[in-house]
């Protein structure tokens, strides 16, 4: 047997594909090198906006589970397009507080007026981000739900719940894949925290200058305020008041993680409670970066380098994800890495990853922007919350915006990954996933 043979032999058909897609990414360096000889800053852009109107195999699956053909899917919106409404409306609303600064300076009313949207925004915008990447999870696996929301109602928590005719669905669901219910408790604060990170991103690789500092301390506050309240049992009462009697989304995971393998609640209450505790602690972290508090881009040296940084802590299917992000940029080199710790309750399991955004490329007149991502480290085995064994993880992506005008930009994103967790994905199988759209740039 040759050498290709052996290693078809002992990868499966998943691993195979993943090996392929890698060596197309780590072509893509040379290919810049090769072919750009432009090394000019692009020019500031003042407004980013992302419209993906379609992402597979997501809406296919969504399209199943809510039936009406096709277009029935975008009635249950995937991660990724919901997270990318939620950034349009943040970042329009930063826009227009910027323009009413330029025209009517700052102060007192212009920080009010700022604080104050930033509260209102997100009883609307962010509230609906939550309890839609809940359900983006549960439809992509053929689990209909309906959302209660109580927008600006704090003695009543709004919340995503099965359809009565989809109990069978998600029995299914659950059996088939034993951390799919856990991955549904963790995806409305995973998305906050996912929001945090697209606007910080887009204010510092593309110089927007826009105030999304109130914005950042809300949406970290209340994630962090809805982990501390329902680890401490004072949400109980209010989840109560609707019917829910098995915790919030904090204790769903918890629970989930403990009875993973069969073990009876009454066997480990106690360090099920000492372990959400804990969270309380760790969520302190995405806290720690110098864009909370007004430094938006940090000089390093006299050769244009330019930098920022920021500290994430996710709940995840397996634990928490503990990842310590590092943004640079270099006139058209805007650059993203990222130390990822996957903490499960035994052990802990390093990632490392790379991010090349927007990089400029010219065949002629037509240009484009590449955008390589690659992710590669360990995850527990099959996800488990109580295993020392790991499995591989590894993520590559590719997202081409084509320069069709001066403010239209026709983009497609490919993304190949192994079997495991990935922020802002609904599934934790190996697949194949393209999203194209359009990103309007001014």
Same mark, same amino acid.
């Given at each position: 047997m040759n050498l290709f043979g052996f290693f078809c032999n002992f990868c499966n058909a998943k691993?195979?594909?993943?090996?392929?897609? =890698?060596?197309?990414i780590l072509s893509i360096p040379f290919s810049l090198y090769a072919q750009s000889s432009e090394d000019t800053e692009p020019p500031p852009v003042k407004l980013k906006l992302d419209f993906p109107f379609f992402d597979f195999p997501y809406q296919k699956d969504a399209a199943n589970t809510v039936g009406n053909g096709f277009f029935g899917s975008y009635a249950r919106p995937s991660l990724n397009q919901t997270l990318a409404v939620t950034t349009d409306a943040y970042s329009l609303f930063a826009l227009g507080m910027k323009q009413w600064q330029e025209k009517n300076? /700052? +102060?007192?009313? *212009?920080?009010?007026? =700022?604080?104050? +949207?930033?509260?209102?925004? +997100?009883?609307?915008?962010?509230?609906?981000? %939550?309890?839609e990447s809940h359900r983006a999870v549960l439809t992509a696996h053929g689990v209909d739900s309906d959302i209660t929301y109580h927008f600006f109602n704090y003695t009543k928590p709004s919340y995503a719940s099965v359809k009565e005719d989809a109990r069978m669905d998600y029995g299914r669901f659950a059996r088939e894949n034993p951390s799919g219910p856990i991955r549904v408790s963790t995806a409305g604060l995973e998305s906050q925290i996912l929001l945090v990170n697209n606007l910080q991103r887009n204010n510092f690789f593309y110089e927007q200058k826009l105030s999304f500092e109130f914005i950042y301390w809300e949406q970290i506050i209340n994630s962090h305020h809805y982990i501390i309240m329902d680890?401490?049992?004072?949400? !109980?009462?209010?989840?109560?008041?609707? /019917?829910? $009697? $098995?915790?919030? &989304?904090? $204790?769903?995971?918890?629970?989930?993680?403990?009875?993973? !393998? +069969?073990?009876d609640e009454?066997?480990?209450?106690? !360090?099920?409670?000492? *372990?959400?505790k804990s969270q309380m602690y760790w969520h302190i972290l995405n806290y720690v970066s110098?864009?909370?508090? /007004?430094i938006r881009s940090i000089k390093l040296g006299d050769n244009g380098l330019t930098g920022n940084f920021a500290m994430r802590h996710l709940l995840t299917p397996f634990g928490t994800a503990v990842s310590a992000q590092v943004f640079l940029k270099k006139k058209s080199y805007n650059m993203a890495f990222a130390y990822h710790s996957y903490l499960n309750y035994e052990h802990y399991f390093p990632a490392i990853e790379a991010e090349?955004?927007?990089?400029? =490329? %010219?065949?002629?007149?037509?240009?484009m922007y590449l955008s390589p991502r690659f992710i590669i480290g360990m995850q527990p085995k099959e996800q488990k919350f109580k295993t020392k064994e790991a499995d591989f993880f590894g993520l590559f992506g590719l997202r081409v915006d084509f320069m069709i005008g001066k403010h239209f930009?026709? *983009?497609?994103?490919?993304?190949?990954?192994? !079997?495991?967790?990935?922020? /802002? &994905?609904?599934y934790l199988t190996g697949n194949e996933t393209i999203k194209i759209g359009v990103s309007l740039r001014f």
């Open positions: 691993q195979v594909r993943f090996i392929f897609f =890698l060596c197309i300076g /700052g +102060g007192y009313f *212009y920080n009010a007026a =700022l604080m104050g +949207g930033a509260f209102v925004m +997100g009883n609307i915008f962010g509230l609906w981000l %939550h309890e680890a401490t049992g004072n949400l !109980d009462a209010m989840l109560e008041s609707v /019917g829910i $009697t $098995t915790g919030g &989304d904090p $204790t769903l995971w918890a629970s989930g993680l403990f009875s993973l !393998d +069969g073990s009454t066997s480990y209450k106690e !360090d099920m409670d000492k *372990y959400l110098p864009m909370l508090f /007004g090349l955004i927007d990089y400029p =490329l %010219h065949f002629g007149k037509f240009g930009f026709p *983009y497609i994103d490919f993304t190949a990954r192994t !079997d495991g967790w990935a922020a /802002g &994905d609904e």
